[in-house]
């Protein structure tokens, strides 16, 4: 999907503006102009990622790479797959059952029965399909024997009880070929799925003595799909998503994304603000119009930024999903958590201009919320231009206690 | 749930119905309920099992609004009309309720309105079905889920979307 030539090309000239940026300033130490972005080249913590319409032709904005997943402890039983959506809004690798081919994982059991995960999604859509231990390979890092989960829509029997809506599991329904979830956590539900009567109906054990059923089952935390990032050998403490700005459609648009926080030389925390994460809702406050919206996040998996606006300079398209402002619109907001404060300026376009397009990397693309002014999604456009950092809770990292997000000041 | 009270009371006071004419009806039940979006106010005590939840009941002076939490920290609230009929629900909270529990019939609608969008373009992100009959808007993102369903037809009159929260 990409080439090492087409890295270092885009690489090349945001590293010489940041040369010359650090001559310009001879070394001062407060420096009155931004940073110039530099994007990370080719390493061995370093995947590359591209913003392209997806398998299914029809995605803007959205960010996908390739994993390798191999059978556990080999490095020649392996399938690579691409068209993997990169999500630091939720947790666990979730790859599309037909994209594995041949490639035979090991079951996760538990009292004696395979276990099955059926993930729900705003939409009234599920991800439904066993939960399988593969070697994970990203770039040069490894999670060994990491449950993932196969999505499958033919896997036992889907109990219909509890998990409820339109399966989502092929790459024509998902837009991918598979979900890398990269997110602030470890585990895919936590500790609301452990105790013997689970909070949450998520994970099943799956009966396979005739007649087949699927039961609520409580799943150990070693158990649930998990964060691959978090059981690499190193570079274990987060990830950053570097992508160029663009102030226009483009085609596609190429980046990288990076391993680790501070673990390497090519991912130190630089100037970047950290803004604190509340460990439990994985939210930060951002203030927008006057309005506090306690419930606000950073989400590469998001294909816009959404949030509810007062301002008449704002409308809804005519689709009621996205903003249709007459003149592009020029905004600020402020993100605080715990502990730190970052403002962010940003632009949102017409969105039935930018797809009069069928360009993939559409700028300023942004649409409504819930109606509540509870929460700011601040989705993939607010990564382009933006290294994005994503700590992983209880990994420590420079830059504070983790989780949070960390992003250069305007 | 604490965030969630807090949210409420931070919301700018758009409803018609001043917060000191609310009466907290609290309801020591020791059970588990979820009605669904157009039953009978008589369905918050069917489906007892499905939520494994608490209920508080809020009376105002022109709807009830039945707050269930669920084992998970998720809140469902339920909004009862004075002819007992369910026009709109909320929720928010770590986790996704069953929506095809709390939206009922309204449902399929909703998720065949969601795919038609998706089939259109494919995206992640919130979803608005906006239809004469029914609307949802449904968001967030894992750990932090919030929506919002009602039946325009069946809004008390001074009742308007923004009260539903």
Redesign the interface.
């Known amino acids: 999907m990409m080439t090492r030539q087409n890295v270092r090309r885009f690489v090349s000239i945001p590293l010489f503006g940041a040369l010359l940026l650090a001559v310009g300033c001879g070394g001062s130490s407060s420096p009155v102009a931004t940073p110039a972005q530099s994007i990370a080249n080719t390493s061995a913590n370093v995947q590359p990622i591209s913003v392209n319409l997806g398998p299914t032709g029809n995605y803007p904005d959205g960010v996908f790479t390739s994993v390798t997943v191999c059978a556990p402890g080999s490095t020649t039983n392996c399938q690579v797959i691409d068209n993997v959506l990169v999500d630091t809004g939720s947790f666990g690798l979730r790859v599309v059952g037909s994209a594995l081919g041949s490639l035979a994982l090991n079951q996760e059991i538990v009292n004696g029965n395979p276990l099955a995960e059926c993930f729900s999604y705003v939409d009234g859509t599920y991800n439904w399909g066993p939960v399988q231990t593969a070697d994970v390979q990203i770039s040069g890092e490894l999670a060994s024997s990491v449950p993932i989960q196969v999505l499958d829509d033919a896997f036992s029997v889907i109990p219909s009880a509890t998990c409820t809506g339109t399966p989502n599991d092929t790459a024509a329904t998902l837009g991918a070929n598979g979900i890398l979830g990269v997110g602030p956590v470890q585990y895919d539900c936590g500790s609301s799925c452990t105790s013997n009567i689970p909070a949450v109906d998520q994970y099943y054990q799956c009966s396979t003595i005739a007649p087949s059923s699927s039961v609520v089952t409580s799943a150990a935390l070693n158990l649930q799909v998990q964060n691959p990032v978090s059981l690499f050998a190193t570079d274990n403490n987060g990830v950053i998503v570097e992508l160029p700005a663009i102030t226009a459609p483009q085609a596609t648009l190429t980046g990288s994304l990076v391993f680790g926080i501070g673990t390497q030389s090519n991912n130190g925390l630089g100037s970047a603000t950290v803004v604190p994460m509340d460990p439990n809702s994985l939210t930060f406050s951002t203030n927008f119009q006057n309005t506090n919206m306690t419930g606000s996040f950073v989400d590469s998996g998001s294909n816009a930024l959404y949030f509810d606006s007062s301002s008449s300079s704002l409308p809804e398209c005519s689709d009621v999903t996205f903003y249709c402002p007459t003149s592009t619109a020029n905004l600020s907001a402020v993100n605080s958590g715990t502990g730190g404060t970052a403002s962010v300026d940003f632009t949102v376009f017409n969105a039935d201009q930018l797809f009069t397009t069928v360009d993939a990397a559409l700028p300023g693309l942004a649409g409504p919320s819930d109606g509540s002014f509870t929460s700011f999604d601040w989705g993939l456009p607010f990564f382009f231009g933006r290294n994005v950092y994503t700590s992983i809770e209880g990994k420590p990292a420079p830059g504070g206690t983790t989780p949070y997000w960390a992003y250069p000041p305007n | 749930m604490m ?1 969630i009270l ?2 409420f009371r ?2 700018p006071t758009r409803s018609a119905v001043p917060l000191a004419g609310i009466a907290l009806l609290l309801l020591a039940l020791p059970f588990t309920a979820s009605a669904e979006l157009g039953g009978d106010a008589t369905s918050v005590l069917a489906d007892q099992a499905h939520m ?1 939840a608490t209920l508080k009941t809020t009376q105002t002076g022109t709807y009830t609004v039945h707050e269930i939490q ?4 998720t809140v469902v609230r339920e909004y009862v009309s004075p002819v007992g009929k369910v026009f709109a629900v ?1 929720w ?1 909270g ?3 309720p ?4 709390v939206l009922g019939a309204s ?1 399929t609608p ?2 065949q309105a ?2 038609a ?2 089939r ?9 079905v ?1 239809q004469d009959g029914l609307v949802v ?12 369903a009602y039946l325009p037809e069946l809004l008390p009159q001074g009742v308007s ?2 009260d539903i ?1």
Do not use: C
């Open positions: 965030r807090t949210y931070q919301k494994k669920a084992p998970s920290g909320a928010r770590p986790f996704l069953d929506l095809h529990q449902f909703f998720t969601a795919q969008q998706k259109q373009r494919t995206g992640r992100g919130p979803v608005v906006q808007k449904s968001a967030g993102h894992a750990r932090n889920y919030f929506g919002k979307a923004e929260r």
